[in-house]
């Protein structure tokens, strides 16, 4: 099966009318927690145990093997991995729609063994057309039918809602479930997807795509999707208007492993992810409270009215720490309105009415006004949400004054339409209480840690049309820098590199080659830059084999000596020279062309033998539409004449087109220079395919 027919045979089973348990039993953990679960939430299906050791199962008849049993649309596998084989052949042969494997000690071993067993699985569910979802997941859940195939306990009720969670660990899939319920958000559909070979993470995004039940999707990224797939996927789901929300983990290995280009020392698995997940438009999250929190928030209110984060606290100290999370964060707590800021002036003594505003203890001797203060400020047509901090933690009855003064605030978020989050700086004793007590509380979200509500309120807001685009991670110098000495990389020499991309219309300066000893009479340019050949020396400039500027005969040949001297010194040969005219002064770039694990990914940013260091670069997956492209460029290279831009832009083109048709595996062009007259590549080193 190919992607698209993946999809469609998961949308077979997202609404189950029997699901089969295979392993199904009184004392197998997982054949006893999927039936538990299917009962304790009232999945309307027919449930048909099946295991030949046994003849009735939590009161059900119980079949000894899938031939002999009732058909199923969906088959939970809980057995050891000794049978998964026989019973994804046996479903197969039933015609089932598709298997949730729970079983686990398969691909993710790296035991060629089970490799093997892995892939003759997912081989016989292709040729059937079964959608085959693990192993080594915990199952699905489709809450609209209650058909929670789900193999760990799953004890708290969720509301039916427009929301789907996608992940590989079934753990977090639960923790992300408790959260949910907890903060009375609804569910529509959860995956855990385990090693996810067979359906993964872009056949999920696709199927969801398409259901009139779903409005966002959640999901924790262990690695990044293949481009191709992921990036078709997400934009079909971002056409039909759903919002995604992503974590990604890895961000402590961005970059970090030993490489022989700059390209490889700065495309680090997060860094690149990070990059894409922009380009696609999915939120990125920074921590899994922050996931929840962000998709509680908009299924409980919707896409936010603006994009401005108001900030509430009785104390100085907690405006300061919040207004530190915040910039951390990268969210603006901007100014309220003339109009807002006169309105609440004077209101529970407040006389600055700054963001993040600072009550002190007048909002306790004054609740009504500083209910109304808060009203205002919801009111503020920039205003998205705002963040109450009570001074002393999460109120409860036992704070009778501070319970109360939480429930005007609630009210007037109401009146006001907008949410308020209410949270902590510290965990208190009473937070569960409170949290629980307003999952169904008018416009209020109860959330047990500020870390968490920043985390989740920055990417929300963010989906508002009028937000400030965040910047993108840049990988820390440390983590960029190389691990060791650089790997060996065979390669064409760059002269070579240059003229097969002046092949392809792209503009690289004129240039003439000779050996060592061989000095020209005249300089073929007014002026010269003058680079040693040395192969397998990919950065020149750090073996001391490039002199720039040179105007004359005789500080050529003190370049071509000192050259020679500095290859003499490394032993490394020096077979030739290469002569290229100098360049007009101009700005310099780096772009690059390269295969990841996730696909062709582009790299742009500051240009320079230090680029490592700075890490000032971003990442782009390609192919990319237009409009990416554009405001890739646009947001990487800042401050350029737009007919410079729009160079660039034809330069990446036409880059990528020989990048293709030469079959590289990196392309990578450092500097690239933008000049008064155009755009030019200075220097150029390429991978050929192996």
Request: hydrophobic fraction near 45%; glycine fraction near 12%.
């Amino acid at each position: 099966m190919d992607r698209h027919q993946r999809a469609e045979s998961l949308r077979r089973i997202l609404a189950p009318h029997s699901i089969a348990v295979v392993g199904a039993s009184e004392r197998n953990f997982y054949g006893r927690t999927v039936l538990e679960n299917l009962a304790r939430h009232r999945y309307d299906g027919v449930v048909i145990p099946v295991n030949p050791r046994a003849a009735t199962v939590r009161g059900l008849r119980c079949y000894p093997s899938l031939s002999e049993a009732p058909p199923a649309d969906l088959v939970v596998v809980a057995v050891a991995r000794d049978h998964f084989v026989d019973i994804v052949a046996e479903a197969a042969s039933v015609g089932a729609a598709g298997l949730v494997a729970l079983t686990s000690g398969l691909a993710e071993t790296q035991e060629p063994q089970w490799m093997e067993a892995e892939a003759k699985a997912r081989a016989i569910a292709d040729e059937a057309g079964m959608a085959l979802i693990g192993p080594n997941g915990l199952g699905v859940i489709s809450r609209a039918h209650g058909a929670y195939a789900f193999g760990a306990p799953v004890p708290w009720e969720i509301e039916h809602g427009r929301t789907s969670i996608v992940m590989e660990s079934g753990g977090l899939v639960c923790g992300s479930l408790a959260a949910l319920s907890a903060y009375g958000a609804g569910l529509a559909h959860a995956a855990s997807i385990g090693n996810g070979h067979a359906i993964g993470v872009s056949e999920w995004i696709e199927a969801l795509a398409d259901s009139a039940e779903v409005d966002q999707i959640g999901l924790m990224l262990e690695a990044t999707p293949r481009w191709a797939d992921f990036s078709a996927a997400v934009r079909a789901a971002r056409e039909r208007g759903k919002t995604i929300y992503a974590l990604k983990t890895g961000k402590s290995e961005a970059g970090a492993r030993a490489a022989a280009t700059h390209t490889g020392a700065l495309a680090g698995d997060y860094a690149t992810a990070s990059g894409l997940l922009a380009q696609l438009g999915i939120q990125q999250v920074a921590s899994m409270g922050g996931l929840v929190t962000a998709l509680a928030l908009h299924e409980r209110f919707g896409s936010p009215a603006g994009s401005n984060l108001a900030v509430f606290a009785a104390s100085g100290g907690a405006v300061g720490i919040i207004a530190d999370a915040a910039a951390d964060r990268e969210i603006e707590l901007r100014p309220y309105a003339p109009a807002t800021r006169e309105a609440i002036t004077g209101l529970a003594g407040i006389l600055d009415p700054a963001n993040p505003l600072d009550l002190g203890g007048q909002a306790l001797s004054k609740p009504d006004e500083f209910a109304t203060a808060v009203e205002h400020v919801l009111r503020d047509p920039g205003v998205g949400a705002a963040v109450y901090v009570p001074s002393l933690g999460l109120p409860s009855g036992s704070l009778p004054d501070h319970q109360r003064l939480l429930e005007l605030v609630a009210s007037a978020a109401t009146r006001a339409g907008k949410p308020v989050v209410v949270t902590q700086l510290t965990y208190t004793a009473v937070t569960s209480e409170v949290v629980g007590g307003y999952r169904h509380t008018g416009n209020v979200l109860a959330c047990p840690s500020l870390e968490h509500s920043l985390d989740g309120l920055g990417p929300w807001l963010r989906t508002h049309p009028g937000a400030r685009e965040p910047e993108e991670h840049r990988p820390s110098a440390g983590a960029a820098g190389r691990n060791g000495p650089a790997a060996s990389v065979v390669a064409p020499d760059e002269h070579r590199v240059k003229t097969t991309l002046a092949t392809h219309g792209i503009p690289v300066p004129r240039a003439v080659t000779y050996a060592p000893g061989e000095t020209p009479p005249t300089l073929p340019f007014e002026a010269v830059v003058l680079k040693g050949m040395s192969p397998g020396v990919t950065h020149k400039s750090q073996a001391g084999l490039v002199a720039l500027g040179v105007r004359s005969v005789e500080r050529l040949r003190e370049a071509e000596a000192a050259m020679s001297e500095a290859a003499a010194g490394r032993g490394i040969p020096l077979p030739a020279l290469l002569l290229e005219e100098l360049a007009p002064p101009g700005r310099d770039v780096f772009l690059s062309i390269s295969e990841q694990p996730t696909g062709t990914i582009v790299t742009l940013g500051d240009g320079g033998t230090d680029v490592e260091e700075r890490g000032n670069v971003g990442f782009l997956g390609w192919p990319a539409t237009p409009a990416e492209v554009g405001r890739f460029v646009g947001q990487r290279v800042r401050g350029v004449d737009p007919a410079r831009r729009n160079e660039l832009i034809r330069l990446l083109d036409q880059l990528a087109a020989a990048y293709a048709a030469e079959g590289y595996t990196m392309l990578e062009c450092n500097p690239v220079r933008i000049h008064d007259r155009g755009v030019c590549v200075l220097d150029a080193v390429a991978i050929p395919g192996r």
